[in-house]
T-cell receptor
Framework: GAVVSQHPSRVICKSGTSVKIECRSL??????MFWYRQFPKQSLMLMAT?????????EQGVEKDKFLINHASLTLSTLTVTSAHPEDSSFYIC???????????FGSGTRLTVV | AQKVTQAQTEISVVEKEDVTLDCVYE???????LFWYKQPPSGELVFLIR??????QNEISGRYSWNFQKSTSSFNFTITASQVVDSAVYFC??????????FGKGTTLSVSS
């Protein structure tokens, strides 16, 4: 089945620095990818929809200048958390539509800790 | 707008008990897809089932079963003879055609031995 690889799985960064998270579709082309954020003991909240070759669409309340999304190829989408602060500490997970079905494939997630 | 409600925040059962996790959804589309995912402490999402809006057949997979009722906009999940390994957070999710998955708030299931 479709596989999405997400890296890194864990990252600790200092406040004020930027962190890039990568999401790759390994055996299929993903024209659309989705980025979610999950705070402890909460649900997955959609942050943005990433479309290959065009600007991402952000959900209401998500700062597009802080969470930079780039989907430059059909197999790679990246999320950069710029000028990270402790409140950005969260679990970030990407997803892509499985072209072979109406399902969704998820990456394994990135646990970001900003100190 | 689409919405998924999982009214049960936490459920605790003893091994071998049956447990049902409720899911109620809202959508204006006639074509939509419903999902259940399991999230163990590692955080990775484990796909359990997908159902489209035109298929109301109930499904059974081992100890798992799902009851889809369009009349009540519900897609409930039952675990029969629960086991400690079933302890996790379970999410119900909905997508309309071409859109992202929207998740419910999740139900934390704790199964004790």
């Amino acid at each position: 089945g479709a596989v999405v690889s997400q890296h890194p799985s864990r990252v600790i960064c200092k406040s004020g620095t930027s962190v890039k998270i990568e999401c790759r579709s390994l055996d299929f082309q993903a024209t659309t990818m989705f980025w979610y954020r999950q705070f402890p003991k909460q649900s997955l909240m959609l942050m943005a929809t990433s479309n290959e070759g065009s600007k991402a669409t952000y959900e209401q309340g998500v700062e597009k200048d802080k969470f930079l999304i780039n989907h430059a190829s059909l197999t790679l989408s990246t999320l950069t958390v710029t000028s990270a602060h402790p409140e950005d500490s969260s679990f970030y997970i990407c997803s892509a539509r499985d072209p072979g079905s109406y399902g969704y494939t998820f990456g394994s997630g990135t646990r970001l800790t900003v100190v | 707008a689409q919405k998924v409600t999982q009214a049960q925040t936490e459920i605790s059962v003893v091994e071998k008990e049956d447990v049902t996790l409720d899911c109620v959804y809202e959508t204006r589309d006639t074509t939509y897809y419903l999902f259940w995912y399991k999230q163990p402490p590692s955080g990775e999402l484990v796909f359990l089932i997908r159902r489209n809006s035109f298929d109301e057949q109930n499904e059974i997979s081992g100890r798992y079963s799902w009851n889809f009722q369009k009349s009540t906009s519900s897609f409930n999940f039952t675990i029969t003879a629960s086991q400690v390994v079933d302890s996790a957070v379970y999410f119900c999710a909905l997508s309309e055609t071409g859109t992202a998955l929207i998740f419910g708030k999740g139900t934390t299931l704790s199964v004790s031995s």
